[in-house]
Structure formats: structure tokens, C-alpha cells
């Protein structure tokens, strides 16, 4: 078959960027409400607050973007870590960022598992996968 036949198999994207991306935007939406219970709770300097709470939902949506690129994962698991550590100023953070760095472990394992297993299938079977 032909990559050109309607039965062929359209190309898919790969899983682990596409789980991760997902994890990193969700974690930027919880740091950013996360930032909004700080502010709240009065933790620090009201300014303080904004800027490290807004520079680390930044950073996080611009890791999405950078995952599958050199040093995209290991920048996105240091990332889970100084979210893990917000938990020394609002305590919850240690349950959100335990919860967030699982699922980013998760999400590295399931997804080099699935684009594997999608290589070894076009592997298989050469000329079913189209463009």
C-alpha cells in the first residue's frame, strides 16, 4: 500500500510531548490559582506574591512549548520540583505538587511507551503510515 491509499494510517503525533505539554499547562493553571490562595493568605509582600507566582505560571507554559526539544524533560522535572517546594509557603502545594510530579513521571513513561509501541507497529508494517 501506498501512503497515498485510504486505508493507509495517518501519522499521529507523539504521546510524550503531548502528555506532557497537557501536564505542564493544567500545573500553570493551579500555580496561577495557586498564586491567587497566596495573595489571599497574605504569605508575603503583596508584589512578591505576583511575581514569583506569574514568572513560575510563565515558565511553566513556556516548558510546554519546549518539551521534545534537548533538555525540554529534564527543564519540566525541575520545574515539578520548585513546584513541590511551594508547599513550604502554602502547605497545600505539597499535596497539588505531589499529585503533579506523578502524573509528569506518568505521563514520561506511558508516553515513550506509546510512541514505542506506534514505532514498532510502522516498523510492522512499512507503507501504511501516510504523511
Do not use: N
Not at 23 to 30: C, D, I, T, Y
Request: proline share 5%; hydrophobic share 55%; charged share 15%.
Amino acid at each position: 500500500m501506498s501512503s497515498t491509499d485510504p486505508q493507509a494510517v495517518r501519522r499521529k503525533r507523539p504521546a510524550k510531548p503531548q502528555f506532557t505539554q497537557t501536564m505542564l499547562v493544567l500545573e500553570a493553571f493551579v500555580v496561577f490559582f495557586a498564586t491567587l490562595v497566596a495573595y489571599g493568605l497574605r504569605v508575603a509582600d503583596a508584589a512578591t506574591v505576583w511575581w514569583v507566582g506569574g514568572a513560575l505560571t510563565v515558565v511553566l507554559i513556556v516548558l510546554a512549548g519546549w518539551v521534545g526539544r534537548p533538555g525540554g524533560y529534564v527543564a519540566g522535572s525541575v520545574a515539578q520540583v520548585v513546584v513541590l517546594a511551594c508547599g513550604f509557603v502554602v502547605p497545600m502545594m505539597f499535596v497539588v505538587g505531589a499529585v503533579f510530579a506523578a502524573m509528569w513521571v506518568f505521563s514520561l513513561r506511558v508516553g515513550g511507551r506509546i510512541d514505542r509501541e506506534r514505532a514498532e507497529w510502522d516498523a510492522a508494517h512499512p507503507g501504511m503510515v501516510g504523511p
